[in-house]
């Protein structure tokens, strides 16, 4: 099935860093603005990243600002996602997608802990 994947997630210690990645093989992702979204266990999925499609404008959710960097390489049709000093409550399994959404991949899990 053609779908959205995302990769890099792992176990990491609070004040780690990871860089998840998400690419597609059916879609050019680079008409699109993309997101990052996270969900915690027994919480909604929640927005945390965006980039339009030029890549020349970010936003962040607040719990995330100033420690993640959404960025994109169009010419390899992915988009990353920067993860520094990541505490415990970042626990949670990451998914991409466009704005507005498609289908779901399966999502990367990072876990913050000691």
């Known amino acids: 099935q053609v779908q959205l994947v995302e990769s890099g997630g792992g176990l990491v210690q609070p004040g780690g860093s990871l860089r998840l990645s998400c690419t597609h093989s059916g879609i050019i992702l680079s008409i699109y603005a993309m997101g990052w979204y996270r969900q915690a266990p027994g919480k909604q999925r929640e927005l945390v990243a965006t980039?339009?499609?030029?890549?020349?404008?970010?936003n962040y959710a607040d719990s995330v600002k100033g420690r993640f960097t959404i960025s994109r390489d169009n010419a390899k049709n992915t988009v990353f996602l920067q993860m520094n000093t990541l505490k415990p409550e970042d626990t949670a399994v990451y998914y991409c997608?466009?704005?507005?959404?498609?289908?779901w991949g399966q999502g990367t899990q990072v876990t913050v802990s000691s």
């Open positions: 980039i339009t499609s030029d890549g020349k404008s970010t």
């Open positions: 997608n466009t704005i507005p959404t498609n289908n």
